[in-house]
Antibody, heavy 121, light 108 residues
Framework: QVQLVQSGAEVKKPGASVKVSCKAFGYSFTDYYIHWVRQAPGQGLEWMGWINPSSGGTNSAQKFQGRVTMTRDTSINTAYMELSGLSPDDTAVYFC???????????????WGQGTVVTVS | EMVMTQSPATLSVSPGERVTLSCRASQSISSNLAWYQQKPDQAPRLLIYGASTRAPGIPARFSGSGSGTEFTLTISSLQSEDFAVYYCQQYNNWPSYSFGQGTKLEIK
């Protein structure tokens, strides 16, 4: 079964870092980009960035540049998102999602992890 | 920066009604737009890609249209399970992506 399974909830102090994992099952991990999206309590979806599991290349939203690090370990089909310099504003559910290319031009996040709650307090 | 604006923020509708949600891009994004549905305490679900193509397994009552800067998601006859929050998302501005702020469908 194709799925992404994320690590468990985290509670962090302001100024700390958090590292969330996202393990892929049921497909070739290196064939699809993994994106990270977060959702603060009662708020909308916020795109954070992506990693190309094949090359390790990354890109992040300007808002998170310098504070987010995305990595992967292809030996265990797992992507990671580390966010540093945490503040209470970073309290959110963090999702990973697979980007699927339906054709040359069209794509979408077709598989999502279950979400990881990160609380900064 | 590509800004996606959805309207309205909340829509109160009755089951069986037809509803149209709007999404506007700050610059032309061709047809590089997807729609997602999110229910409470769940991850989003992909509904539409390419502005108008339903993702696998999505019921035919969901349809998308538009190109350039103006897009719509239409649900032809609302079912009880359709009450949720809907997000549009652009993928034209590679390597950056962005979501709209969402439209909440609530039961009237």
């Amino acid at each position: 079964q194709v799925q992404l399974v994320q690590s468990g909830a985290e509670v962090k102090k302001p100024g700390a870092s958090v590292k969330v994992s996202c393990k892929a099952f049921g497909y070739s991990f290196t064939d699809y980009y993994i994106h990270w999206v977060r959702q603060a309590p009662g708020q909308g979806l916020e795109w954070m960035g992506w990693i190309n599991p094949s090359s390790g290349g990354t890109n992040s939203a300007q808002k998170f540049q310098g504070r987010v690090t995305m990595t992967r370990d292809t030996s265990i089909n797992t992507a990671y998102m580390e966010l540093s310099g945490l503040s209470p504003d970073d309290t959110a559910v963090y999702f990973c999602a697979r980007l699927y290319g339906f054709n040359k031009n069209d794509e979408g996040f077709d598989i999502w992890g279950q979400g990881t709650v990160v609380t900064v307090s | 920066e590509m800004v996606m604006t959805q309207s309205p923020a909340t829509l109160s509708v009755s089951p069986g009604e037809r509803v149209t949600l709007s999404c506007r891009a700050s610059q032309s994004i061709s047809s590089n737009l997807a729609w997602y549905q999110q229910k409470p305490d769940q991850a989003p679900r992909l509904l539409i890609y390419g502005a108008s193509t339903r993702a696998p397994g999505i019921p035919a009552r969901f349809s998308g249209s538009g190109s350039g800067t103006e897009f719509t998601l239409t649900i032809s006859s609302l079912q009880s399970e359709d009450f949720a929050v809907y997000y549009c998302q652009q993928y034209n501005n590679w390597p950056s992506y962005s979501f709209g702020q969402g439209t909440k469908l609530e039961i009237k």
